[in-house]
């Protein structure tokens, strides 16, 4: 299974970094679900680190758009990271479906946390 790193960094307020590593697809689109709904549950905003990610699928990208949905409904933060300097097929997918802008979007994790601990992330694309 590919592996999905939570950790929380405890600043003000706790936000949840959610790493993902490797290829995700239905197989491990059912952990991420539940990995975020519990983040969600316990109030938490959530950055999904996706630097080190090669590959999702259309079942992990369901995931984090209902993630990115549920967030917003409680006003928690929700971003992504996802590196400038490298295109990846995580940016292909984002860009052929059209829902890149969907998701607030970092090029660094340092400016992601600050974004979703000040609310200050949105619906455009903020890389």
């Not at 995931?63 to 996802?82: M, P, T």
Request: aromatic share 4%.
């Amino acid at each position: 299974m590919a592996p999905i790193a939570v950790t929380l960094a405890r600043r003000n307020p706790p936000t949840a970094v959610v790493a993902l590593v490797g290829e995700h697809d239905a197989y491990s689109a059912e952990r991420l679900e539940g990995e975020l709904t519990v983040l969600l549950e316990e109030g938490q905003r959530i950055v999904v680190d996706l630097r080190d990610a090669t590959f999702i699928d259309s079942t992990t990208l369901s995931v984090l758009l209902g993630a990115r949905r549920r967030a917003k409904q409680s006003s928690l933060g929700f971003a992504l990271v996802l590196a400038d300097r490298d295109y990846t097929q995580v940016n292909q997918i984002l860009e052929l479906t059209g829902l890149g802008p969907t998701f607030a979007i970092f090029g660094e994790l340092d400016d992601a946390l600050t974004a979703v601990r000040t609310g200050s992330v949105d619906d455009t694309r903020a890389a």
